[in-house]
């Protein structure tokens, strides 16, 4: 195998797929990136057995061929080279790769393609094409409210329920949910519903760009994603995702209307006089106004008026500024609308009819 190229194609490769190497395996060669020269590119492939991820590089070697390298000295190699020479990287017996730019030179001893774990095959799958710009909004919408606690894994993940008719995701971590739904025209038979783990969502929300389609394909507790030059395999998590559909408040007809930036502005002040034994600010709402409040003992306190559109009865609920600060900052939204019901029951932001935000509230004590 050889091939020449330059440094920052080399490294944009290295870098894309670099997320799924397994360095504390006992598997010596999943810490590796396994790097095959065809007739046409360069194909570098990396796995931990759950996500794989591949990516093609526009590189037309000189001689055929494939091999696994250390994936950390390669990448530490590479990135120490000059910008503007050209870098050679070939193989020779016994595996011994050859790594050359000007009148630097070095050789690192590789592994086998015959000891990477091959990734499986999805080409007889069912399938289906989405603009990927629209599913990576969908995805920053709803991936900050995915659970982190290792207890609850089937909440470890988004929840994608994929219908004829549209396409929902769901994240929860019991104390917030988020959901949006796009109207999409599908294949009539294709009903699916799956968890995609959260570092397989995050890797998916790196490949997908602002142009361009993604292929979504489905195996048996795995699905396969395709951009083009970017490719992402990844195992499901397997249970039952909790019945989120209660949970979703119905719509009230009192709504506090605000500009989404004030809103977002005033809870960032008062969430600085919160700390990790008193979380919950308040929110008391009067006729076309809030007001934002935190008392900390023995550090002081921070209050904040809002103007805004509310004909409802005055309340006071608590409310984890960061759950509220999550949506806001994620939202392209310009004014926003905050339900609030009761104290004892949840608050809900809605944008439209296809995304809905749901907050527990907080004892104020």
């Known amino acids: 195998m050889k091939f020449n190229t330059t440094k920052d194609v080399l490294l944009k490769g290295i870098q894309s797929v670099q997320t799924a190497i397994n360095i504390k395996s006992s598997l010596p060669v999943l810490s590796n990136i396994l790097i095959e020269a065809t007739e046409d590119n360069i194909i570098l492939t990396t796995t931990d057995l759950d996500i794989g991820i591949v990516s093609k590089i526009q590189i037309k070697p000189s001689i055929i061929g ?3 390298a250390p994936a950390k000295k390669f990448s530490d190699i590479i990135k120490e080279l000059p910008d503007d020479e050209t870098i050679s ?3 020779k017996k016994n595996n011994m790769i050859h790594i050359e730019c000007g009148k630097s030179a070095f050789k690192i001893m590789g592994l086998p393609k015959e000891e990477f774990p091959q990734l499986p095959e999805f080409k ?6 989405l603009q990927q710009s629209k599913l990576k909004k969908m995805i920053k919408m709803v991936a900050f409210a995915v659970s982190h606690d290792e207890a609850r894994y089937v909440l470890n993940g988004i929840l994608f329920v994929i219908k004829p008719t549209h396409i929902r995701l769901v994240a929860t971590d019991g104390r917030r949910l988020a959901l949006i739904e796009e109207k999409m025209q599908l294949p009539k038979t294709l009903e699916r519903k799956f968890i995609m783990p959260t570092k397989a969502v995050a890797e998916l929300d790196k490949i997908l760009g602002d142009e361009g389609d993604v292929k979504i394909f489905f195996g048996e507790n795995q699905i396969f ?4 030059n970017t490719r992402l395999v ?10 989120y559909e209660q ?23 008062v969430a600085l006089f919160t700390n990790s034994d008193s979380m919950a600010v308040k929110v008391e709402l009067a006729r076309d106004k809030a007001i934002i409040s935190k008392s900390a003992p ?13 004909k409802g009865k005055d309340m006071a609920i608590g409310f984890n500024p960061e759950y509220l600060i999550d949506v806001l900052k994620n939202t392209d939204q310009e004014k926003i609308s905050f339900e609030l019901s009761d104290p004892e029951k949840p608050g809900a932001i809605r944008i439209g009819a296809e995304y809905v ?7 104020l004590g």
């Open 298 to 310: 023995y550090l002081g306190e921070a209050r904040v008026e809002l103007d805004g559109e509310y």
């Open 225 to 228: 994603c395709d951009t083009g």
């Open 124 to 129: 007889d799958k069912e399938s289906i094409t």
């Open 357 to 363: 935000y749901v907050v527990l509230p907080m004892h």
């Open 247 to 269: 949970v979703v408040p119905k719509e009230v007809k009192d709504k506090f209307a605000v500009p989404k930036d004030t809103f977002l502005a005033a809870i960032k002040r």
């Open 89 to 91: 990287v070939s193989v």
């Open 66 to 68: 494939a091999i696994t």
């Open 234 to 243: 990844s195992r499901l998590i397997e249970g039952e995702f909790p019945n």
